[in-house]
């Protein structure tokens, strides 16, 4: 009888403890299946409405981002804020329109940060919600308050304005300093050759591009003349800090380990990556593995680099086992320029390829080709694969983010079009204003107005239509996606509709 309730005893602790197992397992997954996503933005350089084989390129193949492209949702009408790299950083990170800000321009290497350190930032308000929050890549927004010190610890910068993770370089990749800066100190630096920084007069008996122009490898065009570093002319004069300059070539390898390691590292909290890749931007140096593969010179080789940096960084992601719960966006700072800065062929072997896809204008312009751009949302399980035609914009996603997350935010100008960017709706923003060094245009529906502005109507030396005229210029985009023709005189009662919604918007008269 003894054994018997001892027998009894163990088979009812077994089956107690087997369901209080099944019972926390359950509640372990439903916690799983709870956490808030992590959220990537993988954010190219000068890559243009039509480069990609998913916008329709025949003479480049992108499967990787296709991929991406295909397996979420394609926005057709997505929207950098600007023309240009730093004005769209800016937007992108703090959800106003870089106009309202005047230091939101085309910044020099040495600048110092133009985002506010008490201003809201996507980073900031994800760290709020518990997110783990970092940079790899391209920063351009500046580093410092005045005269930065290169040789000890550089701040403010990205740790101060929201990520806890920072691994960058400070401008592009044609402007010294020619440096990685890991959370705000030099990788590499030997401290008894210091680094010197001065975008105004070259140091005393230092070789520039042109006066030792033997030294380079790489052919100026236009403004890279000025310290050479790895046989490539700069913009901007460097001094010393030899052992820390990076290789070129070796810099779309550098940044992807960099992310890489990064989620595998904090994969076990929700995470904040923004991964800001440098390609198609010049100089542009493909790695040795991909010279020659696209045909079309460094420019379509470093497409093609690109395309395979993100597969491999997508391959990390479902290796880690985090690309279910993942949201991943894709796209580009400004469209395209062939020629701005260096002799590449990349005018001479464009052959059939439009990097603008049908568009007009490019990088620098108000036309829709400089903020019209390849915008992709991914999250395999939850985004439906799907085309959406609805107006989104870069800007959006602090707020939308924020509701995603589970919080609301007051911004200045981002708005919430979660829905639009989960492809739960077809409805984005009614109206937004695109910029191009400062000048503003609107985009409403199927819309484009651009006010009169004076200036040269071409940038000569990257041959771009910048869409200034003396005249209102209006665009049926849904008839007329390439702008061929203006109906401002044709349609004075939309002109002066439009006109009334960008006075409101810009909260002035057009003059």
């Known amino acids: 009888m003894y054994l018997k309730n001892i027998i009894f005893k163990c088979f009812f602790l077994s089956v107690f403890v087997m369901t209080s197992c099944k019972s ?286 993100v597969g491999e960084f997508i391959n990390t992601l479902e290796e880690e086992g985090l690309l279910e719960n993942t949201l991943i966006v894709f796209s580009s700072d400004n469209g395209p320029v062939l020629n701005d800065g260096y002799y590449d062929d990349a005018i001479e072997k464009l052959g059939k390829h439009d990097p603008k896809g049908g568009l007009r204008g490019g990088k620098y312009s108000l036309l829709e080709a400089g903020t019209r751009v390849p915008f992709i949302g991914y999250w395999k399980g939850t985004i439906k694969p799907t085309v959406s035609d609805a107006i989104v914009c870069q800007m959006d996603l602090l707020a939308s983010l924020a509701n995603l997350t589970g919080t609301s935010e007051n911004t200045t100008d981002s708005k919430d079009i979660l829905d639009a960017f989960l492809g739960k709706s077809n409805k984005g923003r009614d109206h937004l204003l695109i910029e191009a060094n400062s000048r503003t245009a609107l985009r409403s529906g199927d819309w484009l107005m651009i006010p009169p502005y004076k200036g040269n109507k071409f940038n000569k030396k990257v041959n771009i239509d910048v869409g200034i005229r003396p005249e209102f210029q209006l665009y049926n985009l849904k008839q007329d996606v390439g702008q061929q023709q203006n109906l401002a005189e044709t349609n004075p009662e939309k002109l002066a509709e439009l006109i009334k919604v960008y006075e409101s918007l810009r909260g002035e008269k057009i003059k």
Request: contains cysteine; aromatic residues 10%.
């Open 24 to 309: 926390v397992e359950k509640e372990s997954t439903s916690s799983n299946s709870g956490k808030k996503p992590n959220i990537v933005i993988i954010y190219l350089d000068d890559l243009g409405y039509g480069d990609l084989s998913a916008y329709g390129a025949t003479e480049l193949q992108t499967p990787n981002i296709d991929a991406l492209a295909n397996g979420g949702i394609k926005f057709t009408n997505g929207y950098a804020s600007s023309a240009t790299c730093t004005p769209s950083r800016y937007a992108l990170l703090t959800g106003v329109y870089p106009w309202r800000n005047k230091k939101a321009r085309i910044l020099a290497g040495s600048a110092p940060l133009i985002i506010d350190v008490a201003q809201q930032t996507l980073p900031k308000m994800l760290k709020k919600q518990g997110y783990q929050t970092a940079i790899v890549g391209k920063w351009h927004l500046g580093l410092g308050s005045g005269d930065v010190n290169w040789n000890g610890k550089i701040t403010p910068g990205p740790n101060e304005v929201g990520f806890d993770s920072s691994y960058i370089m400070a401008a592009t990749q044609d402007r010294v300093p020619t440096v990685f800066i890991d959370n705000g100190h030099v990788v590499g630096l030997d401290k008894n050759d210091p680094i010197e920084v001065n975008y105004k007069k070259n140091f005393e008996g230092e070789p520039t591009a042109k006066s030792n122009p033997e030294m380079t490898t790489m052919k100026w065009h236009h403004g890279h003349n000025n310290s050479i570093v790895n046989g490539i002319p700069r913009i901007g004069y460097m001094k010393g800090g030899d052992a820390a300059k990076w290789t070129d070539i070796d810099m779309a390898d550098h940044f992807l380990g960099k992310a890489q390691e990064y989620v595998k590292s904090h994969k076990e909290q929700p995470f904040f990556l923004y991964y800001a890749m440098q390609q198609p931007h010049v100089p542009r140096t493909p790695h040795p593995r991909f010279v020659g593969k696209s045909g079309m010179g460094p420019r379509g080789d470093v497409i093609l680099e690109a395309d395979w940096v």
